[in-house]
């Protein structure tokens, strides 16, 4: 995955999980509330793989064109 569809799927399982921790709330599932808290984490932790993918990406690119300038 390119960083950003690890980005998109990520916010989207934060998004989803947050709404089935406020269902699980509602309805007075521990299960549903524990399922919400998974995928929120999960989200976050592919928001990170992608924000990493980006930096390394980023630097790569900086390095190439500063190593084109001295040619």
Same mark, same amino acid.
């Given at each position: 995955m390119?960083?950003?569809?690890?980005k998109v799927k990520g916010a989207t399982n934060e998004a989803l999980g947050k709404a089935?921790?406020?269902v699980g709330q509602a309805?007075?599932?521990d299960k549903l509330q524990g +399922?919400?808290?998974a995928q +929120?984490? *999960?989200g976050k932790g592919q928001k990170a793989m992608g924000d990493a993918k980006?930096?390394?990406k980023d630097a790569v690119n *900086?390095?190439?064109h500063a190593a084109n300038r001295k040619l």
């Open positions: 390119g960083s950003t569809e690890d089935k921790q406020g309805v007075g599932s +399922e919400g808290a +929120e984490i *999960k980006q930096a390394v *900086k390095t190439a």
